[in-house]
């Protein structure tokens, strides 16, 4: 049975930093390509970031330079380091995890606000 496990997230104040984990069970984790998505209110869910699995990352405009994607191999873990946090990154947290398939968490609320 495959499981993503989305922990860290929380309320914080704009300028401050949170960081997601997404522990992954049931898959290959080393051939997977892993990815963070959010989906605010009203909106679409839009990727945020996303590592390979040869350990490639790419990033959404909106977050680059603030938010920096890893990756465990030996934990089967991937991690969201959010700096410099804008009300506008208040959303649900997804992980996704992508080989022939996708699958999801259940996603982690992230809050930023005064």
């Known amino acids: 049975q495959v499981q993503l496990v989305e922990s860290g997230g929380g309320l914080v104040q704009p300028g401050e930093s949170l960081r997601l984990s997404c522990a992954a069970s049931?898959?290959?984790?080393?051939?997977?390509?892993m990815g963070w998505y959010r989906q605010a209110p009203g909106s679409q869910r839009e990727l945020v970031a996303e590592?390979?699995?040869?350990?490639?990352?790419n990033y959404a405009h909106s977050v680059k330079g603030r938010f920096t994607i890893s990756r465990d191999n030996a934990k089967n873990t991937i991690y969201l380091q959010m700096n410099s946090l804008k009300p506008e990154d208040t959303a649900v947290y997804y992980c996704?995890?992508?080989?022939?398939?996708?699958?999801w968490g259940q996603g982690t609320q992230v809050t930023v606000s005064s």
């Open positions: 049931g898959i290959r984790f080393t051939i997977y390509d």
């Open positions: 996704q995890g992508s080989w022939l398939r996708d699958y």
């Open positions: 590592i390979t699995s040869s350990g490639r990352t």
